[in-house]
């Protein structure tokens, strides 16, 4: 399981320097793939080799008083339910705010770990100031200024410390075993694919949205199928149904998404896609999962002669450029189409998992390349002379060449469709890096 650590605090303490500070050195690494949404509230890092993901919960800031409490309390729950780390930001300038005494407050009657950082300690006075944080009970406070980076080595040292070794029940057996994750906003059904495969009522499922708490690990074994399935629909307790924002919904698919392979994201086909829904895509994409998309509650839409195609037409072009996306329609209340689901999201761990080798490669894609190769630039011809998969648990593929800086995006995605169509890499990002041979 990935390791999460949460940012909470009043805005402008600076949270989100600190954040891009953590996530911003790999944050242009992994985000290679065009079109990514950088996401303002979630990144990787990795500290002394120590992976983590890190969400800076402010990610919703209201003018009026009351609300904006509400707001941050939410906020500083969402880190307490998420995180197996928090860090609590305050600033040394404005001393103790009663604000931050709630905050500490909530935060003291939990068991998770608490790091208490003053910010904006950048001279020895300021030192001295932060003594007074002493008060809140949530033990040493951690000096540092998020804008130079002062302090931030110390405070990640501790960090990951509390963090457990990325280990898995390793049984042989089980390792290889595929993990599926059932994603996507509340109330799109997620629950009742899950009983439906399952064939018992584990979750409660009930029509308010929301109503499941835990992320729930099974072991798939039926109809010839061996898999995990992760099923953490909606993850939210019943007082907070009323509000469903867009960024609650998304934090809450983080875990579900980094523990698994494949993701089967579940959409309500009585909405069409919303932004909700393509933010989870992103977030599926980004960590370079597996993905077929379900369309859930098609037996209560009107039906014509070519619904389905126009409909599935619609979602491609909203998630383009990677369209090669295996699209569903079922209806989970009448068992319609469900297996269909299993038997694609397999297909579509094995496709993740597919190696080809260097010949088959370069004897495929090679002559294509020749007939095809990458648009001269000022009066400079590429040649791409030797390909190669990279060993890596996701398809990643090496192409070197003389001149890689001269490969554009429009070549690459012409490459990446060309893999595409010869090798089976369907509801699989890949990732192709030109390097200098």
């Given at each position: 399981?990935?390791?999460?650590?949460?940012?909470?605090g009043?805005?402008?303490v600076?949270?989100?320097?600190?954040f891009?500070?953590?996530?911003?050195m790999?944050q242009?690494?992994?985000?290679?793939?065009?079109g990514v949404?950088?996401?303002r509230?979630?990144?990787k890092s990795?500290?002394?080799?120590k992976?983590?993901?890190?969400?800076d919960?402010?990610?919703y800031a209201?003018?009026s008083e009351?609300?904006?409490?509400?707001e941050?309390?939410?906020?500083v729950?969402?880190a307490i339910?998420e995180?197996?780390?928090?860090i609590?930001?305050?600033?040394?300038?404005?001393?103790?705010?009663?604000f931050?005494?709630?905050?500490?407050?909530?935060?003291?009657?939990?068991k998770?770990k608490?790091f208490?950082?003053?910010?904006?300690?950048?001279?020895s006075?300021r030192i001295?100031?932060?003594?007074?944080?002493?008060?809140?009970?949530?033990?040493?406070?951690?000096c540092?200024s998020?804008?130079?980076g002062?302090?931030t080595?110390d405070?990640l040292?501790?960090?990951?410390?509390?963090?457990?070794?990325?280990?898995?029940?390793?049984?042989?057996?089980?390792?290889?075993?595929?993990?599926i994750?059932i994603v996507?906003?509340?109330?799109?059904?997620?629950?009742?694919l899950t009983?439906a495969?399952?064939?018992?009522?584990?979750?409660?499922?009930?029509?308010i949205?929301?109503?499941t708490?835990d992320s729930?690990?099974?072991?798939?074994?039926?109809f010839?199928?061996?898999?995990?399935?992760?099923?953490t629909?909606?993850l939210?307790?019943k007082n907070k149904?009323?509000?469903?924002?867009?960024?609650?919904?998304?934090?809450?698919?983080?875990?579900?998404?980094e523990?698994?392979?494949?993701?089967v994201?579940?959409m309500?086909?009585s909405?069409?896609?919303?932004?909700?829904?393509?933010?989870?895509?992103?977030?599926i994409?980004?960590?370079?999962?597996?993905?077929?998309?379900v369309i859930?509650?098609w037996?209560?839409i009107?039906k014509?002669?070519?619904?389905?195609r126009d409909?599935?037409?619609k979602?491609?072009?909203?998630?383009a450029?990677?369209?090669?996306?295996?699209v569903?329609?079922?209806?989970?209340?009448?068992?319609?189409?469900?297996?269909d689901?299993?038997?694609?999201?397999?297909?579509?761990?094995?496709?993740r998992k597919?190696?080809?080798?260097?010949?088959?490669l370069n004897?495929?894609?090679?002559?294509?390349?020749?007939?095809?190769?990458?648009?001269a630039?000022?009066?400079?011809?590429?040649?791409i002379?030797?390909?190669?998969?990279?060993?890596?648990?996701?398809?990643t593929?090496?192409f070197?060449?003389?001149?890689?800086?001269?490969?554009k995006e429009?070549y690459?995605?012409?490459?990446e469709?060309?893999l595409?169509?010869?090798?089976?890499?369907?509801?699989?990002?890949?990732?192709?890096?030109?390097?200098?041979?």
């Open positions: 399981m990935g390791n999460i650590l949460a940012i909470v009043r805005p402008n600076g949270k989100s320097t600190l891009n500070r953590l996530v911003g790999r242009a690494i992994v985000d290679e793939m065009s949404t950088r996401d509230h979630y990144g990795d500290w002394n080799g992976e983590f993901s890190v969400i919960t402010g990610g209201i003018n009351d609300i904006f409490e509400n941050i309390r939410k906020q729950h969402l339910e995180a197996d780390a928090i609590f930001m305050v600033d040394v300038t404005t001393g103790i705010t009663d931050d005494d709630t905050v500490a407050d909530i935060l003291r009657r939990e998770k608490v208490l950082v003053v910010n904006k300690v950048d001279n006075n001295f100031d932060s003594h007074e944080f002493y008060k809140l009970g949530l033990g040493e406070p951690y540092v998020s804008i130079s002062s302090g080595g405070l040292d501790e960090v990951v410390k509390c963090f457990s070794e990325n280990i898995t029940a390793n049984d042989s057996e089980t390792d290889n075993m595929p993990r994750a996507g906003k509340p109330n799109t059904g997620k629950s009742s009983n495969l399952l064939d018992e009522e584990r979750n409660i499922v009930t029509p949205a929301g109503t708490r729930i690990e099974t072991r798939y074994n039926k010839g199928f061996d898999f995990f399935l992760i099923d629909a909606g939210r307790k149904v009323t509000e469903d924002l867009e960024f609650y919904s998304v934090m809450r698919s983080v875990r579900s998404i523990s698994s392979d494949v993701c994201l579940m309500d086909a909405q069409g896609v919303e932004a909700q829904d393509m933010s989870i895509y992103n977030l994409i980004k960590n370079k999962k597996g993905c077929v998309i859930n509650k037996d209560l009107e014509e002669t070519n619904t389905m409909y599935k037409k979602i491609l072009d909203r998630i450029p990677f369209t090669d996306v295996p569903i329609f079922v209806s989970v209340i009448n068992k319609q189409r469900i297996y689901v299993l038997q694609m999201a397999m297909k579509v761990a094995e496709n597919r190696k080809i080798a260097t010949r088959q004897e495929t894609m090679l002559p294509i390349i020749e007939t095809t190769p990458p648009p630039i000022k009066g400079k011809y590429v040649k002379k030797y390909i190669t998969q990279l060993a890596s648990p996701t398809p593929f090496a070197f060449c003389n001149l890689p800086q001269y490969i429009p690459k995605r012409f490459v469709n060309r595409r169509e010869n090798f089976e890499f369907t509801g699989c990002p890949i990732q192709l890096f030109f390097r200098q041979k």
